[in-house]
C-alpha cells in the first residue's frame, strides 16, 4: 500500500510541477494567434494609348507610358482589420492621394462595421462594368466612389446589404471657405458645392440555382453646401440593378435617377455642378438618367503563361434632364489576360460628348455638343499586382 501511496505522491508532483510550463506554453500560443498581421500589397502598371482625336499620337502609332503605383496595406487584429490603397499618378493626372482607407470591426463573419475613407454603397458592387476604363457612371461619382464616414455590411447566401452615413467627400483642408481639390480618385462634387451629411443604402437578393441572381436596389441622399449662400442644398441618386452569372457568362444591367438641387450663388447656374478627379474639374448636369448594360465571358486558355481571357461589352447613355443638354454616350469593347498576377486590358474605348473620349472636356457632361463625332481611344494597360 505504501508503494502505492508513494507512486502517486510522486506522480501528482510531477504534474503540478509540469502544470505551470504547460500553461506558459498555451499562454505562448494564444499570445502568438493575437499578435497584429501586416500585409503588404500593391500594382504597378503602363500604359499603351491611340486616340483618334490626337494627331500626334495617331502619326506616332500611339505612346506607351507610365500609369501608376498602388500601395495596398491590410491589417488584421482579433476582430479588427485594417484596408487601404494609396496611389502615385504623373502630376498631370492629380499626383497622388488615397483611393480608400478603412478600419473595420467584425461582429462576426456576415455582419462588420467600417469608419474611414469607405467604398460607397451604391450599384452593382464593386464595378458596374468590366473594362479598365469602368462604365460611363464611374465619371458623375456613381461607380467605385469612396468617401469619408461609417458604413454596416451584411452578406449572407441569400442578402447582401449595406447602410452608410457620410459627412463628406475625401477632405483635404479644414481652415473653412477653400473649394474641394479635384486631385482624387473617385469624382466628387467640387467647385462652389460640397457634399455633406449623405445617407446610403444597398440592397441585393441573390437566388437561382445553377443560375445566378442578384437584384437589388440603391439609394443615395444628401446634402450640397454652398461656399456663397453658405446654405445647403441637396442632392439624391436612385438606382435598379441585376446581374446574372451563367457558367462562364455574366451580364450586368442599370438604371439610375438623378438630381442635384444646389443653394447657388448669383451668376452660376442650378443646372449644372462641377465634379472633379485626378487633378482637373468639368461640368455635369445637374438631373439626369443613366442606363448601362454589360455583358461578358471567361475563357480558360492554356498559351504559356497566360491562364484566363474575358471578352466583354460594356455601354452606357446619360440622358439628361434639360431638353437643350446633348446626351453622352460611352461604350467600351475588349478583353483581359490574366497570367498569374499579371493582368491586362485590351480596351477599344468610343465616346460622345465624352470628357475624357475626345470631347473638349470641360462641358461635355452637361450641355454636349449636339451633333459632335464620336472619338475613340484604343487602350492596352499592363499592370502586375502583388
Not at 442578402?159 to 457620410?166: L, Q, S
Amino acid at each position: 500500500m505504501s508503494k502505492i501511496t508513494h507512486f502517486l505522491s510522486f506522480s501528482l508532483g510531477i504534474i503540478l510541477f509540469a502544470t505551470p510550463f504547460l500553461s506558459f506554453g498555451q499562454d505562448k500560443v494564444a499570445e502568438e494567434k493575437e499578435k497584429p498581421k501586416l500585409e503588404l500589397h500593391g500594382a504597378v502598371r503602363f500604359n499603351y494609348i491611340n486616340s483618334s482625336w490626337k494627331a500626334e499620337q495617331k502619326a506616332k502609332g500611339g505612346e506607351f507610358g507610365y500609369d501608376m503605383i498602388a500601395i495596398k496595406p491590410k491589417a488584421s487584429y482579433k476582430k479588427l482589420s485594417l484596408n487601404a490603397e494609396y496611389r502615385f499618378y504623373s502630376e498631370a493626372f492629380g499626383g497622388s492621394f488615397l483611393k480608400n482607407g478603412w478600419i473595420a470591426y467584425h461582429f462576426n463573419p456576415q455582419n462588420q462595421i467600417q469608419a474611414g475613407l469607405v467604398y460607397v454603397p451604391f450599384g452593382i458592387q464593386q464595378y458596374n462594368s468590366n473594362n479598365w476604363f469602368f462604365n460611363i457612371t464611374y465619371y458623375v461619382g456613381l461607380e467605385d466612389d469612396h468617401d469619408m464616414g461609417l458604413k454596416y455590411v451584411h452578406e449572407d447566401e441569400t442578402f447582401k446589404y449595406a447602410f452608410a452615413f457620410f459627412k463628406n467627400a475625401e477632405e483635404m483642408q479644414f481652415v473653412g471657405g477653400e473649394e474641394h481639390d479635384s486631385s482624387r480618385y473617385a469624382y466628387d462634387v467640387v467647385g462652389r458645392n460640397k457634399e455633406t451629411n449623405q445617407l446610403n443604402g444597398n440592397f441585393v437578393w441573390k437566388f437561382g440555382g445553377h443560375v445566378d441572381h442578384r437584384l437589388g436596389i440603391s439609394a443615395q441622399v444628401g446634402q450640397l453646401y454652398n461656399l456663397d449662400t453658405e446654405e445647403n442644398g441637396n442632392h439624391y441618386a436612385l438606382a435598379l440593378h441585376y446581374e446574372v452569372y451563367y457558367h462562364e457568362w455574366n451580364f450586368k444591367i442599370s438604371l439610375n435617377n438623378v438630381a442635384h438641387n444646389p443653394k447657388n450663388g448669383e451668376g452660376l447656374s442650378d443646372d449644372r455642378i462641377q465634379m472633379g478627379a485626378y487633378g482637373i474639374p468639368y461640368e455635369v448636369a445637374s438631373n439626369f438618367n443613366i442606363y448601362t448594360l454589360s455583358a461578358s465571358r471567361k475563357f480558360d486558355i492554356n498559351w504559356g503563361p497566360f491562364e484566363k481571357i474575358e471578352a466583354y461589352n460594356d455601354f452606357g447613355w446619360m440622358q439628361k434632364q434639360k431638353k437643350e443638354f446633348d446626351s453622352s454616350i460611352m461604350n467600351v469593347v475588349g478583353f483581359k489576360i490574366t497570367a498569374g498576377n499579371l493582368l491586362t486590358f485590351v480596351d477599344y474605348a468610343a465616346g460622345y460628348n465624352h470628357s475624357w473620349l475626345g470631347g473638349n472636356f470641360v462641358d461635355d457632361f452637361s450641355t454636349g455638343t449636339p451633333g459632335t463625332k464620336w472619338e475613340a481611344r484604343f487602350n492596352i494597360n499592363v499592370g502586375y499586382y502583388f
